[in-house]
């Protein structure tokens, strides 16, 4: 079965230390992977994707294949980091011709001052 | 730009009792979900539809229904409310490219339903 693993549901760090939020898969297929945040009062929101390849507000995601993850980085944390953030996985919905967006249970990232 | 709204933002039902969450999009998008968030389990979809007059299941669909009669709204009842029905809903909603789920979702801001 298709899955997402995000083994922290809370991680705490000092501002100015490195983050990492952890994301492993499992999917027979070529994943599409995300990562979403949702901040305290806000809906969740894109924060990046894979086949981007892109920086946002500091963090980067790379996709290993081989260690099936999709690890979330960002070298110094900032307060306003704190949010919850899922890691997301895309894949096909078996017989319905349609794709589905298959989260992880999330990990709460708490800055400490 | 009001994106993808949810009505209505709090209810206490009783057990039982039936109703019903509307979603609304303003993007013209083609593909629109449900899920539901609680403590420790993340976001699992409810159901979704991948067009106007369409639905399908997701991964936990009982005790829900859903309508989409028209593009841009996405309807989720609950026809005898539980408690376990308790929870977090969002919607959301996104572009349909040959790859839909590549593109980004874009969600409401979500409606606390608690049965009692």
């Known amino acids: 079965a298709q899955r997402v693993t995000q083994p922290e549901k809370l991680l705490s760090v000092f501002k100015g230390a490195p983050v990492e939020l952890k994301c492993n898969y499992s999917?027979?297929?070529?994943?599409?992977l995300f990562w979403y945040v949702q901040y305290s009062r806000q809906r969740l929101q894109l924060l990046l994707r894979?086949?981007s390849r892109e920086s946002i507000k500091g963090f980067t995601a790379d996709l290993n294949k081989g260690e099936t993850s999709f690890h979330l980085k960002k070298p110094f944390a900032q307060e306003e980091d704190s949010a919850m953030y899922y890691c997301?996985?895309?894949?096909?919905?078996?017989?319905?011709?349609?794709?589905?967006?298959?989260f992880g249970k999330g990990t709460k990232l708490s800055v400490i001052p | 730009n009001a994106g993808v709204t949810q009505t209505p933002k709090f209810r206490v039902l009783k057990t039982g009792q039936s109703m019903t969450l509307l979603c609304a999009q303003d993007?013209?998008?083609?593909?629109m979900y449900w899920y539901r968030q609680d403590p420790g389990m993340g976001l699992r979809l409810i159901h979704y539809?991948?067009?106007?007059?369409?639905?399908a299941k997701g991964e936990v669909p009982d005790g829900y229904n859903v309508s989409r009669l028209k593009k841009q709204n996405f309807l989720l009842g609950l026809e005898s409310a539980a408690p376990s029905q308790t929870s977090v809903y969002f919607c959301?909603?996104?572009?349909?490219?040959?790859?839909?789920?590549?593109?980004?979702?874009?969600f409401g801001q979500g409606t606390r339903l608690t049965v009692v």
């Open positions: 959301a909603s996104s572009h349909d490219r040959g790859r839909p789920m590549n593109t980004e979702a874009f």
């Open positions: 999917y027979s297929g070529s994943p599409e």
């Open positions: 894979h086949i």
């Open positions: 997301a996985l895309s894949r096909a919905y078996s017989g319905a011709g349609s794709y589905q967006l298959t």
């Open positions: 993007m013209n998008h083609e593909y």
């Open positions: 539809s991948v067009g106007e007059g369409t639905t």
